[in-house]
């Protein structure tokens, strides 16, 4: 996003190429009120993961492979007694799949 590597807690990795990059920082594109990012392919889904579930990301247009996926991840991790989503990525992620 942006340029910007993250861990899947959306969390910034300190690396040499993130050190040359000349913009917003992920904290700084946190305060921006409605961040859009369009992505796609099954090979997106974890950084799309950990972008929705740490808020990097408002608004999603992605495709339906990377959707499904995304919506395979989030029902994996609410099983996982290890890693529970968030009540906000929970409630999104209902609202992706079409339910109240």
Not at 27 to 34: A, G, L
Request: charged letters at 25%; zero cysteines; hydrophobic letters at 45%.
């Amino acid at each position: 996003m942006s340029a910007r590597f993250y861990d899947r807690d959306g969390q910034d990795i300190d690396h040499e190429l993130s050190r040359r990059i000349v913009g917003l920082d992920l904290d700084q594109i946190r305060t921006i009120p409605i961040r859009v990012v369009a992505a796609g392919g099954l090979e997106k889904v974890d950084a799309l993961f950990a972008a929705v579930s740490s808020g990097l990301i408002s608004v999603l247009v992605t495709d339906t492979k990377a959707a499904q996926g995304l919506l395979a991840r989030s029902r994996a991790e609410s099983r996982s007694p290890s890693r529970k989503p968030t009540a906000k990525v929970a409630a999104k992620t209902r609202l992706a799949a079409g339910a109240p």
